[in-house]
């Protein structure tokens, strides 16, 4: 079992930037393909990008890829997310999640993830 605690939003100007932090804990961390997802008001949860256990390979939603970069630290057992060129429809709860997948499959379902944090705000003024 792993507890994931997201930090590192806030409020910033359309055009800005952030970087999330999801910190783990537990000694498996390495063990788990981790994700982003995100969660406006009155809207589904959306994928946003997920990492390999060895942070081999990467997957972007489309509304993301070339602004967002997701990378993991396993020795600090942290997944962060980085967010360039910010726009007010990137506004939602951002929620980093932990999948135990053992074939590194970079899967973009909710659902799919097992484990997963409270959430951090994100909000892109215009």
């Known amino acids: 079992q792993v507890q994931l605690v997201e930090s590192g939003g806030g409020l910033v100007q359309a055009g800005g930037s952030l970087k999330l932090s999801c910190a783990a804990s537990?000694?498996?961390?390495?063990?788990?393909?981790m994700g982003w997802f995100r969660q406006a008001p009155g809207k589904e949860r959306q994928f946003v990008s997920a990492?390999?256990?060895?942070?081999?390979?990467?997957r972007y939603a489309d509304s993301v890829k070339g602004r967002f970069t997701i990378s993991r630290d396993n020795a600090k057992n942290t997944v962060y997310l980085i967010m360039n060129s910010l726009k007010p429809e990137d506004t939602a709860v951002y929620y980093c999640?932990?999948?135990?997948?053992?074939?590194?499959?970079?899967?973009?379902?909710?659902?799919?993830?097992?484990?997963w944090g409270r959430g951090t705000q994100v909000t892109v003024s215009s």
């Open positions: 990492i390999s256990r060895n942070r081999g390979t990467t």
């Open positions: 537990g000694r498996t961390f390495s063990s788990y393909v």
């Open positions: 999640a932990a999948d135990p997948n053992d074939s590194d499959n970079l899967r973009s379902l909710s659902w799919e993830y097992d484990y």
